[in-house]
């Protein structure tokens, strides 16, 4: 008895000192836990909102159909687009337009780069598609055969093109029909928080702030060829279709930073037709939409008007 009341008067204050250690413990590990929860929150008056540039390819229908930020009109720079159509349909020769048209233009720093990864045929062959038009082709249009992703991105940061345009993106070699692969190209690798593998997005963020431009098939059940995660993982989701041979439709489905369009009686997409030389845009759409001419000065016009002053679609 002597003997367990001993152990009990040796014991007992030890095991409450623990008990209270516990106790401590526990609420500073919950303090730290409530002061790391507060540091993530932020508020939104003192987060400095994201500036998105604009790339004006010199299609100033494509442009308006973009987005503007503040008088300029454009793809946003530093972003991902996936332009998605059926096989034929015309995605790179109206790619191959695009790539001309800024290639062609400059600014301070000089001409714009463009750089083209063609995937489905060989360069000398894509070398007679862009000179179909009768031009030469501008010294500042890069193109490149590489179908491995990280070879693609050593060259994009050795160009530092203004654009840049896969075609296709379901012929790299580390694409595939999961999430996890489209998450991988487009966000890059990482474990345990390292990075072991970039993705588009990481030259997005580069100092030359490069617009991406994936072009992919559609299939037979009208998505995305490969997978259908794809479209949720860029910025912009464009697609192409056409009812008449020679002529298609382009308009907007997803647009982070801009409008979304639609190929109805809104007049909101983009037409283009097929020549032996190129693919050209033939609708001047956004004379109608009154914030652009507002902001560009272009005579605004309702789509009736439209109608009656242009009864035949005029190239630009």
């Given at each position: 008895m002597r003997l367990a009341f001993l152990t009990a008067s040796i014991f007992l204050p030890?095991?409450?000192?623990?008990?209270?250690?516990?106790?401590?413990?526990?609420r500073v590990r919950d303090n730290m836990n409530i002061r790391s929860i507060k540091m993530a929150v932020q508020n939104l008056k003192n987060v400095k909102a994201d500036r998105v540039l604009r790339l004006q390819t010199g299609l100033a229908d494509l442009d308006w159909m973009h987005g503007r930020t503040?008088?300029?009109?454009?793809?946003?720079?530093?972003?991902?687009?996936?332009?998605?159509?059926?096989?034929?349909?015309?995605?790179?020769?109206?790619?191959?337009?695009?790539?001309?048209?800024?290639?062609?233009?400059?600014?301070?720093?000089?001409?714009?780069r463009v750089l083209y990864f063609q995937t489905e045929a060989s360069v000398a062959e894509f070398a007679g598609w862009v000179g179909e038009d009768g031009g030469s082709i501008p010294d500042t249009l890069y193109v490149s055969p590489s179908r491995d992703l990280q070879k693609q991105i050593k060259e994009i940061e050795q160009i530092r093109p203004n654009l840049v345009i896969v075609d296709s993106v379901t012929?790299?070699?580390?694409?595939?029909?999961?999430?996890?692969?489209?998450?991988?190209?487009?966000?890059?690798?990482?474990?345990?928080?390292?990075?072991?593998?970039?993705?588009?997005?990481h030259v997005c963020r580069a100092d030359f702030i490069p617009h991406i431009i994936l072009l992919c098939q559609l299939n037979k059940s009208g998505q995305t060829a490969g997978s259908s995660a794809l479209p949720?993982?860029?910025?912009?989701?464009?697609?192409?279709?056409?009812?008449?041979?020679?002529?298609?439709?382009?308009?907007?489905?997803?647009?982070r930073h801009g409008k979304v369009s639609g190929y109805d009686e809104s007049l909101?997409?983009?037409?283009?037709?097929?020549t032996e030389e190129r693919c050209t845009v033939t609708s001047c759409h956004?004379?109608?939409?009154?914030?652009?001419?507002?902001?560009?000065?272009?005579?605004?016009?309702?789509?009736?008007?439209?109608?009656?002053?242009?009864?035949?679609?005029?190239a630009i």
């Open positions: 030890k095991i409450s000192q623990l008990v209270r250690f516990v106790i401590v413990y526990n503040d008088n300029s009109y454009g793809l946003p720079a530093g972003k991902i687009s996936i332009w998605s159509g059926e096989k034929g349909i015309g995605k790179s020769r109206a790619a191959i337009e695009v790539a001309r048209k800024v290639a062609r233009r400059s600014d301070h720093n000089g001409h714009y012929r790299l070699e580390q694409f595939g029909n999961t999430r996890e692969k489209v998450d991988a190209i487009i966000d890059g690798v990482y474990e345990n928080d390292v990075l072991v593998s970039k993705g588009y997005r949720y993982a860029v910025d912009v989701e464009v697609n192409l279709a056409g009812e008449i041979k020679g002529q298609f439709a382009m308009w907007i489905e997803k647009n909101t997409y983009i037409d283009w037709l097929h956004r004379q109608h939409d009154v914030e652009y001419c507002r902001h560009t000065g272009m005579e605004h016009l309702t789509i009736e008007q439209k109608v009656r002053r242009i009864p035949v679609a005029q």
